[in-house]
């Protein structure tokens, strides 16, 4: 987004004029465009990088989260450098380890607990829809296939994809087929199949590249409902 503040005491938000009790007043103007932007992020569930122009004509570059939190400078390069969420926020990174190696200790209850955390970290620090959450989803769902829930682990990954899809991400497919691995680990046939017509459906979102695999997944699904 964009915000622009002009020396005559006029102000924009992506070409949109803000209106405030004083129209000439800055921090007034300031003020508003940040709600405006706030707004916006809360209504598409993720943090927004703008860049924003002061009346001075300095050019600077901030995020600004659901919760009104604003960041500048790291932040803001750690968001640009890595729009799909493939490395952990710096101030996520030893909490990330601790779950690893928790995981790998057979300590699967601690790194659930952790996981759960840092997915509720990730939702509140970033918003619902942002990469950060759903690759924090992606974590506590290979926790929860560690910890012998492989349903549980399925669940969670289609809710995975189906956030990627929303953000027309590649990481859509990658998710999915995580979700396919797990539900093929479920051992009850009565779950299998619920979670085979979920899975079913979320692949239908994956168009022609889906296709063998939507194929195979109502294949088994009827097998799994005695059909």
């Known amino acids: 987004m964009t915000i622009e503040l002009t020396p005559d005491g006029r102000g924009w938000v992506d070409g949109q004029a803000l209106m405030t009790e004083d129209g000439t007043d800055t921090t007034q103007l300031r003020a ?25 004509g300095a050019v600077w570059t901030m995020v600004v989260h659901p919760s009104g939190r604003v960041e500048t400078g790291a932040a803001v390069d750690e968001l640009a450098a890595d ?59 290979h926790v929860a296939l560690l910890c012998g829930t492989p349903g549980r682990a399925a669940e969670m990954y289609m809710e995975a994809a189906r956030g990627w899809a929303e953000l027309g991400s590649a990481a859509y497919w990658a998710a999915a087929q995580r979700a396919y691995a797990c539900w093929h680990q479920v051992p009850e046939a009565a779950q299998g199949a619920w979670l085979g017509e979920q899975l079913a459906e979320l692949l239908r979102l994956g168009g022609d590249e889906a296709l063998p695999t939507l194929r195979l997944v109502l294949a088994r699904t009827d097998e799994l409902r005695g059909g």
């Open 32 to 56: 508003a465009a940040l709600r405006e932007v706030t707004g916006a992020a809360v209504r598409g569930g993720r943090s927004v990088v703008v860049e924003a122009t002061d009346p001075d």
């Open 83 to 141: 729009p799909e969420g493939t490395r952990p926020p710096a101030a996520y990174r030893d909490w990330m380890a601790e779950i690893w190696e928790a995981g790998e200790s057979g300590r699967h209850l601690d790194a659930l607990s952790m996981a759960t955390k840092i997915q509720e970290q990730a939702t509140a620090d970033y918003g619902t829809r942002h990469p950060y959450a759903w690759r924090a989803r992606e974590v506590a769902a």
